[in-house]
């Protein structure tokens, strides 16, 4: 699975890469030119919001061509010439869709994480305020605590893992069904459908099991109890606000996972055992 | 002698289209056989469904005793009548991809070939033409020390010049101690390497036998035989 997964790597940093040095560059341009604007104007408030807007642009337009770009690649498997030798390879379902998955999944990270740093950097360098690290990390760690951002990581890890495997999926399922490339944009038909189902089925099994896990204090009750108890521990309005990030459905969870699992399991299966190239 | 492959009531179909009707086939180890037939004759779905790219709609099919699968994919070595390689790569990457994957991949003969060829090992595979693609597809498919090869159409639609260069390639680095099948519609070029013949029509296995018994039992060459039985 790693050789595969080194491959994968090797036919897509190149475009990763594009990727991130255009939002490194116009990130940079962004930041050198409010930098020289809010110099000279005193509508701070209006420029401050045109400047996260843009930024969250910037971010999403990143997201969406690495998502499409990731996507795409395992559709050219289905459709394309290449499948010709993926599938010839001595691997199982299993390990071509989990090599695309794991890459997939690094890519993610690594792009979040450099980007995340660069804007640091860039509020350190443009930002006109004298910054001390240990108060700031201190400040923050009082704000969030270091459960509440692991188990924020793992629920995003977890929601990208989930989407992409839905996706594969639904390709593959549509791949199986029609063999007619000109009517493969059914799979965004399935996904469309399936998420759905997936997020209803979420929803009534959390109405169903109406018991939350507490990330900080690993407490199991209702939300109205959870609500009470982190009001009587904490004494503080601020954080019980915060509730939805700290908590979450204990049954919604497990079948999340289950679900991701399954649609994994059967992604593999159709992709070694069902494929007509 | 043990069969490498062995196809009981192999059936294909397509939803109205039935690309394979039945068929049965051994073929024996160290046998050069060749599928001949016409354009949709079931040639392709035949080899694809050996290859592990195409799941037959009944009928059992075993290569080396086993069901087509991871298996059969790590003792098979598989020439498609595509570009299959990833356009990123240049022939250095295939090689290595090659290396990794399967056991049997010999780098020594994979260099003989590539030479032999007259290609460059940091050639990029995207800038390769038709038939210098055809020449390092067959080089990495040859290296290696498979127990089957399976080569689909390997002198379609390349110039003469190439065409023998692939023919001597391949002549050349047969190992006798595996099986070849070879799909084929250009029968004259093919017909002095091939053991044993099987005409395909339209998904059923017309004629088959030896080749020298064949041209024997007919007075006739196999080319002439094929040109009989399909009408060209």
């Known amino acids: ?277 | 002698m043990k069969n490498i492959v062995e196809i009981k009531g192999l059936t294909k179909k397509y939803l109205n289209k039935t690309a394979l009707n039945n068929i049965n086939l051994n073929i024996e180890e160290g046998k050069v056989v060749g599928i001949l037939g016409p354009n949709g004759s079931g040639k392709t779905t035949l080899i694809k469904i050996l290859a592990g790219l195409l799941r037959q709609t009944s009928g059992e099919v075993l290569i080396d005793g086993k069901n087509i699968g991871v298996d059969t994919k790590s003792i098979v070595s598989y020439l498609p009548d595509r570009n299959f390689l990833y356009k990123w790569m240049k022939i250095e990457d295939a090689m290595n991809l090659y290396k990794d994957f399967y056991y049997d991949f010999d780098e020594k003969k994979f260099n003989d070939i590539l030479s032999f060829m007259k290609l460059e090992k940091n050639m990029k595979i995207d800038s390769l033409s038709k038939g210098m693609h055809e020449k390092l597809n067959l080089s990495l498919i040859l290296a290696r020390n498979a127990k089957l090869y399976i080569l689909d159409e390997p002198i379609a639609g390349v110039d003469s010049v190439a065409r023998d260069q692939i023919l001597d390639a391949i002549i050349n680095n047969y190992n006798e101690k595996s099986s070849m099948l070879i799909t084929t519609h250009l029968v004259r070029d093919m017909e002095s390497m091939l053991d044993e013949v099987v005409f395909l029509k339209e998904g059923n296995i017309i004629l088959t036998g030896n080749a020298e018994a064949l041209r024997e039992e007919r007075g006739m060459q196999i080319d002439d035989i094929y040109k009989e039985v399909f009408g060209e």
């Open chain 1, 1 to 277: 699975m790693f050789k595969y997964m080194k491959y994968e790597v090797r036919g897509t940093y190149r475009y990763i890469l594009g990727v991130l040095s255009l939002v490194l560059i116009l990130t940079t341009a962004l930041y050198i030119y409010f930098n020289r604007v809010t110099n000279t104007s005193s509508e701070m408030s209006a420029l401050e919001g045109i400047f996260i807007g843009l930024s969250v642009l910037i971010l999403f337009g990143t997201a969406l061509a690495t998502f499409l770009y990731i996507v795409g690649s395992f559709r050219k498997e289905l459709y394309e010439d290449t499948g010709y030798l993926t599938f010839t390879l001595p691997l199982t379902g299993n390990q071509i869709v989990g090599s695309k998955l794991v890459v997939a999944l690094i890519w993610f990270i690594f792009l979040g994480v450099v980007i995340g740093l660069y804007n640091l950097i860039m509020m350190l360098i443009f930002v006109p305020v004298e910054v001390n690290f240990s108060e700031l990390f201190s400040a923050l760690f009082e704000i969030v605590n270091i459960k509440q951002i692991l188990f924020s990581v793992l629920l995003i890890i977890l929601s990208i893992v989930n989407i992409l495997v839905i996706i594969y999926f639904s390709m593959t399922i549509s791949r199986v069904t029609f063999r007619n490339k000109r009517i493969g944009g059914l799979w965004f038909i399935l996904f469309l459908v399936l998420s759905g189902l997936i997020i209803y089925g979420g929803v009534k099994i959390s109405e169903i099991f109406p018991y939350y896990i507490d990330i900080n204090t690993f407490k199991i009750g209702t939300m109205d109890t959870l609500d009470k108890l982190y009001m009587e521990i904490n004494d503080d309005i601020v954080l019980s606000a915060d509730m939805d990030i700290l908590t979450t459905n204990i049954a919604s969870t497990v079948y999340m996972i289950i679900v991701t699992v399954l649609l994994f399991l059967g992604t593999g299966y159709l992709v070694e055992k069902k494929i007509d190239l």
